[in-house]
């Protein structure tokens, strides 16, 4: 079963442009974090925020959660070609917390 | 350096014929996981465990099994892989159980013949 779901499931965007990642998921969580896989590689840890929590920065990295709608986007100001990638959402589940679900990802493309 | 390691990664094998992929971790972590990706699915969970001697069932278990023997290594078993399992499996450890961040491994490509 999937957790959690990526919008949109690709993106292109200008170098320098901010862009704008979506995740929904459909049970209560503990928290939620986003990734980012470079083609082919192992997924490698962006941010985490706990389900009391509303908004975390990282760089130029700003994630949202909004646990009422059930749902988090990731921001990535000033984008740069090294942005290039896959970006995954992931969720534990309120009632087992082992258990951390996927989204597909959003692809991230960064013209030159 | 803080790492985890699978090996191989890259194998070809044909169906039925047993093969383990293992996973090792230098970070004292007590979770460890075994996820497959596939093209338009994203990652699903196959087994996880919480420690030495404790394992459970992620979302597709069928068709594996593991071990948690120490705790630095969690092996991922195919008994008999099938078709159905030519996918890219990645290891992933962390040290707060299920909800902190994951380390991931570089992958392990997989194509049963």
């Known amino acids: 079963s999937q957790q959690g779901e990526e919008d949109p499931q690709a993106l292109s965007i200008q170098e320098g442009e901010n862009a704008t990642m979506n995740c929904s998921y459909k049970?209560?969580?503990?928290?939620l974090q986003w990734y980012r896989q470079n083609s082919g590689r192992g997924l490698v840890h962006l941010i985490l925020?706990?389900?009391?929590?509303r908004e975390k920065h990282s760089g130029r990295l700003r994630v949202t959660l909004d646990t009422s709608k059930k749902s988090s986007s990731l921001l990535i100001t000033a984008s740069r070609a090294a942005d290039t990638a896959s970006y995954f959402c992931a969720t534990d589940s309120y009632s087992s917390a082992s258990k951390i679900i996927f989204g597909s990802g959003t692809r991230l493309s960064i013209r030159p | 350096e803080a790492q985890v390691t699978q090996n191989p990664r890259y194998l070809i094998t044909v169906t039925g014929k047993k093969l383990t992929v293992t996973c090792s971790q230098n970070m004292n972590h007590e979770y460890m996981s075994w996820y497959r990706q596939d093209p338009g699915l994203g990652l699903r969970q196959i087994y996880y465990?919480?420690?030495?001697?404790?394992?459970d069932k992620g979302d597709v278990p069928e068709g594996y099994k593991v071990s948690r023997k120490e705790k630095r290594n969690f092996p991922l078993i195919l008994e008999s892989p099938s078709p159905n399992q030519t996918s890219l499996y990645f290891c992933a450890s962390s040290l707060e159980g299920g909800t902190g961040e994951l380390f991931f491994g570089e992958g392990s490509r997989l194509t049963v013949l």
């Open positions: 925020i706990r389900s009391n929590e």
């Open positions: 465990s919480m420690n030495v001697e404790v394992t």
């Open positions: 049970t209560s969580i503990n928290n």
